[in-house]
Nanobody, 120 residues
């Protein structure tokens, strides 16, 4: 059994910052890509950023230069530092990871989501 647990969401004013964390736990052998997605009300879930185990990262154009994804492989944890937040960043943010488990197979896992609200 694998779990992804997110933390760090909340309410922030425009121009502010938040840092999201997501820790993977359970029957894990190794983790390949980890990432963050978001879903705003009435919209489809979209990619925010991903990072491979070696550290190479990919960002959505809408967050480039404002958000930074990082990971701590020893802790099976991925982070998303979000700066210069705007109301358009308001969404539920979901953690995602591609994990090789002790069942000797790859699986794609999602966290439960954490709400980020940018409002004055």
């Amino acid at each position: 059994q694998v779990q992804l647990v997110e933390s760090g969401g909340g309410l922030v004013q425009p121009g502010g910052s938040l840092r999201l964390s997501c820790a993977a736990s359970g029957s894990i052998v190794s983790i390949n890509a980890m990432g963050w997605y978001r879903q705003a009300p009435g919209k489809q879930r979209e990619l925010v950023a991903t990072i491979r185990s070696g550290g190479s990262a990919n960002y959505a154009d809408s967050v480039k230069g404002r958000f930074t994804i990082s990971r701590d492989n020893a802790k099976n944890t991925v982070y998303l530092q979000m700066n210069s937040l705007t109301p358009e960043d308001t969404a539920v943010y979901y953690c995602n990871a591609n994990i090789y488990g002790t069942n000797w197979s790859w699986g794609n896992y999602w966290g439960q989501g954490t709400q980020v609200t940018v409002s004055s």
